[in-house]
């Protein structure tokens, strides 16, 4: 963090009697207020890893916060914190510490969830109000709707456990996500995910939305549910594998991501600085 050519500083967030790791980063020191982008984590990424997502905010002239939430990083591995559902619970502190600082403009709060995040973020703009846009790459707003239901349910437990018998990547797959929601038990985990479902309060969110998909994203397809499924203003954007910007959130093609969510994000942030006309 020294060496890097912009300002950044660890932050240390309040939650439920101890503190979550997160990075904030602005274009320079003028202590200038700036639209601010929110970045929490994906499933098994930590707060160091989401530093890939900052340099694009900064060309911008945008600050960006980094930061975890129980099951992710240091919470998990250091503080033996697991998932939780709601994550309203860790946004809004997030929110809280940024508002106390002089550099950060309160009416532009850009939540940006990516990979999993794209389930925590839309579940938490239920509730927090204070986010002026809310950006998914993919949305998944309904992890239940990708498991088997009859009959059929009650093979997914006993399958993930043949899979992870017989392929150490199952096996690592499964696993990880398990011990990030203190669950020991595949059928377990299973069960768990079915409650991993916002749609029913997707009505609460009122910010412009923008979903993305991207060609040969492996957990999308959520999209247009729920951009649908919200109040607000939304827009769903594909993006195709020939454009580069194929494969889990944009795969290499950051640069043709950055390129549209930030097209995006200013056309919010000017139609906010633009006063409606008075009546006559």
Request: charge should be negative.
């Amino acid at each position: 963090m020294a060496l890097l050519s912009h300002p950044a500083e660890t932050a240390a967030i309040p939650y439920a009697n101890t503190h979550l790791k997160g990075y904030f980063f602005a274009p320079d020191s003028s202590g200038e207020p700036r639209p601010t982008l929110l970045l929490p984590c994906g499933y098994d990424s930590t707060a160091e890893s989401g530093w890939s997502g900052v340099p694009g905010a900064l060309r911008r002239g945008y600050n960006a916060f980094v930061f975890e939430g129980p099951g992710q990083g240091a919470a998990l591995y250091e503080q033996g914190l697991v998932f939780r559902r709601e994550f309203e619970y860790v946004l809004t502190p997030a929110i809280d510490w940024l508002m106390q600082r002089q550099d950060v403009d309160a009416e532009n709060l850009i939540l940006v969830g990516r990979s999993f995040a794209g389930y925590l973020a839309p579940q938490a703009a239920t509730t927090e109000h204070r986010i002026a846009a809310l950006v998914c790459d993919p949305a998944q707003p309904d992890l239940a709707a990708r498991l088997p239901s009859g009959w059929a349910s009650r093979l997914v437990g006993p399958v993930a456990a043949l899979q992870m018998r017989l392929s150490r990547d199952r096996a690592e797959f499964f696993g990880a996500r398990m011990a990030a929601h203190g669950i020991s038990q595949v059928g377990a985990y299973i069960d768990e995910m079915r409650h991993y479902t916002m749609l029913d309060r997707a009505a609460e969110i009122t910010c412009p939305t923008l979903a993305i998909e991207c060609e040969g994203d492996f957990v999308g397809g959520g999209g247009q549910a729920l951009v649908d499924a919200v109040s607000g203003p939304a827009e769903l954007i594909r993006l195709s594998a020939d454009s580069g910007a194929g494969g889990h959130c944009g795969g290499v093609g950051q640069r043709v991501w950055e390129a549209v969510v930030y097209d995006w994000i200013s056309r919010v942030i000017s139609k906010r600085a633009t006063p409606e006309p008075s009546l006559p």
